[in-house]
């Protein structure tokens, strides 16, 4: 059973930046493909960026430039290193994994799709 832990979130000020980890435990990634999502209050949750098992990568349009997505296999943990951060995007951030490959790219920023989900970790942008 995948189990997901993630930290790093916190308070920052506008034009900062964070890093986020998704720490695995009970398998190893290898074999999944990878997303990050978030929910801000009174919405749906959103994917921010994925990467597949397979090492294609996908960003939302909203963090495009900003966000990079990345893991360490020998870590058993994946990353997302957030900068230039806005208001916007203030929000629970959560990691989420499923083993399977998703050969439409663009799927695999679609919560459904995934079983396995971290906690979640609160970002908080303001000045």
């Known amino acids: 059973q995948l189990q997901l832990v993630e930290s790093g979130g916190g308070l920052v000020q506008p034009g900062g930046s964070l890093r986020l980890s998704c720490a695995a435990s009970g398998s190893t990634l290898d074999y999944y493909t990878v997303g990050w999502f978030r929910q801000a209050p009174g919405k749906e949750r959103e994917g921010v960026s994925c990467?597949?098992?397979?090492?294609?990568?996908l960003y939302a349009d909203s963090v495009k430039g900003r966000f990079t997505i990345s893991r360490d296999n020998t870590k058993n943990t994946v990353y997302l290193q957030m900068n230039s951060l806005k208001p916007d995007d203030t929000a629970v951030y959560y990691c989420?994994?499923?083993?399977?490959?998703?050969?439409?790219?663009?799927?695999?920023?679609?919560?459904?799709?995934?079983?396995?989900w971290g906690q979640g970790t609160q970002v908080t942008v303001s000045s």
């Open positions: 990467e597949t098992r397979d090492g294609r990568i």
């Open positions: 989420a994994a499923q083993p399977a490959r998703f050969p439409i790219l663009q799927t695999c920023v679609s919560p459904p799709r995934y079983d396995s």
